[in-house]
């Protein structure tokens, strides 16, 4: 089945620790996303990339890194700078940049502090 | 980036009422969409407008694209007990990436037994 698959579901951060967050597609699509979620807030967008090898920041880009070395996969890299990194994180996709453009999901990671 | 004013927050229903939630902004968007979201899952992409007026439906879900391109609807007929979840819309420009997609806050349907 084509989709987007995030891992781990649950990730938990120790102090002063990096952590990765994993997002692959089979869905051929050029633009991946990362975004977080706070309880009763809307989603954030953190990274986004257009195309391999290329990214931009989003909204609020401190304390996250991400690379874009396959077409495939958008791994996102929670670092000891986010000193408030509790948050659900969503991976997400669209088709190339042309008319009707529709973003699809993963199924999110949760990430908490220890 | 701006945030879009999804009413109501949330919403305490029986189950077989009609549901309507609506999201407004103060810019025009060209793109509006709906998704629905599952406890710790991620969103679902529900219905997806394109063009002024326009007016889709999928299955018991109909969603519009206001005339003024500054706000949307979804109604949701004879709600269900899986109808349960936080609704989100988006909005935003064809063409310009997901990047510039808008987001509300979401509404949260809760339907009681």
């Known amino acids: 089945d084509g989709g987007i698959t995030q891992s781990p579901k649950y990730l938990f951060r120790k102090e002063g620790q990096n952590v990765t967050l994993s997002c692959e597609q089979n869905?051929?699509?050029?633009?991946m996303y990362w975004y977080r979620q706070d309880p009763g807030q809307g989603l954030r967008l953190i990274y986004y990339?257009?195309?391999?090898?290329?990214?931009q920041k989003g909204d609020i880009a401190e304390g996250y890194s991400v690379s874009r070395e396959k077409k495939e996969s958008f791994p996102l890299t929670v670092t000891s700078a986010q000193k408030n990194p509790t948050a659900f994180y969503l991976c997400?996709?669209?088709?190339?940049?042309?008319?009707?453009?529709?973003?699809?999901f993963g199924s999110g990671t949760q990430l908490s502090v220890l | 980036g701006q945030q879009l004013n999804q009413s109501p927050q949330s919403m305490f229903i029986q189950e077989g009422e009609d549901v309507s939630m609506n999201c407004t902004s103060s810019?025009?968007?060209?793109?509006w969409l709906w998704y629905k979201q599952d406890p710790g899952e991620g969103p679902v992409l529900l219905i997806a407008?394109?063009?002024?007026?326009e007016l889709t439906s999928n299955g018991r879900l109909t969603a519009q694209f206001g005339i003024t391109r500054k706000d949307s609807f979804l109604n949701i007929s004879a709600s269900i007990p899986s109808d349960v979840g936080i609704y989100f819309c988006?909005?935003?420009?064809?063409?310009?990436?997901?990047?510039?997609?808008?987001f509300g806050k979401g509404t949260h349907l809760i339907i009681q037994p």
């Open positions: 997400a996709s669209s088709s190339p940049l042309t008319t009707n453009e529709k973003l699809f």
């Open positions: 869905l051929n699509h050029d633009a």
């Open positions: 990339s257009q195309i391999v090898n290329d990214f």
């Open positions: 810019s025009i968007f060209n793109t």
């Open positions: 407008l394109y063009k002024a007026g």
């Open positions: 988006a909005g935003g420009w064809s063409g310009g990436g997901a990047d510039g997609l808008t």
